[in-house]
């Protein structure tokens, strides 16, 4: 089956743009889930998904970002307007709701840079 | 919410030798602790799992000890290769499906030759 598949995997912007990251979960996976390292540190949580709906988007560090998941399928982080401190690794994974699988498959993550 | 520490955040070994890392957990409600391996500029990828009604599970060189008592569980790697140099990251969850899994800060384990 294919993983979890994220885009762009690098992203450079300047401070004050916006950047859109997109990440494709494995077909029928409902659960959705956005983190973020930053170096050096944890891999931290951001929100999760259940199919369309917003499980759990406590780890959602301001309002400049939105995340959505149209029709439940793929899922996109909107960062507006972008700051130095949001660089960083932002890691998707997805899991399958199925009795103890409780297994996530992570995505190769989209390195993001502020500058 | 869940608060998982991690330690150590370094660890350099000689190839043959064990490593251990040790993780905390907060809430005792957690019942599903998984340990992932991140490869330099690769996905994190799950390695060994443990749920809350087992005290240890071993696959080949790797093994997961839990004691729920104390909160605390550490994986145990023996006979370790170069190839097992990588950042480690334990976390823990209520284990109830799709919940969010809370992670460690990572412990990077070097292995020499």
């Known amino acids: 089956e294919a993983g979890v598949t994220q885009f762009p995997s690098h992203s450079v912007i300047e401070k004050g743009q916006t950047v859109t990251l997109r990440c494709d979960p494995i077909s029928g996976h409902d659960n959705l889930y956005w983190y973020r390292r930053v170096m050096g540190k944890e891999i931290k949580f951001l929100l999760h998904?259940?199919?369309?709906?917003?499980?759990?988007e406590s780890g959602m560090p301001n309002n400049r970002f939105l995340a959505e998941r149209t029709g439940g399928t793929y899922s996109t982080l909107k960062v507006q307007p972008a700051e130095l401190e949001d660089s960083g690794v932002y890691f998707c994974?997805?899991?399958?709701?199925?009795?103890?699988?409780?297994?996530?498959?992570f995505g190769s993550g989209t390195r993001l840079t502020v500058v | 919410g869940e608060n998982v520490e991690q330690h150590p955040s370094t660890l350099s070994v000689q190839e043959g030798d064990s490593a251990v890392i040790k993780c905390t957990y907060s809430?005792?409600?957690?019942?599903?602790f998984p340990w992932y391996k991140q490869e330099l500029g690769k996905r994190p990828q799950l390695i060994i799992d443990?749920?809350?009604?087992?005290g240890e599970k071993k696959d080949q060189r790797i093994a997961v000890t839990l004691n729920k008592t104390a909160k605390h569980f550490s994986l145990h790697i023996t006979e370790t290769q170069p190839e097992d140099s990588a950042v480690y990251f334990c976390a823990a969850s209520r284990g109830q499906a799709g919940t969010a899994l809370i992670f460690g800060k990572g412990t990077t384990l070097s292995v020499s030759s």
């Open positions: 809430d005792s409600a957690s019942n599903y």
């Open positions: 443990i749920r809350s009604n087992v």
């Open positions: 998904f259940v199919k369309e709906s917003k499980q759990d």
């Open positions: 994974a997805s899991s399958h709701p199925d009795g103890y699988n409780y297994g996530y498959t």
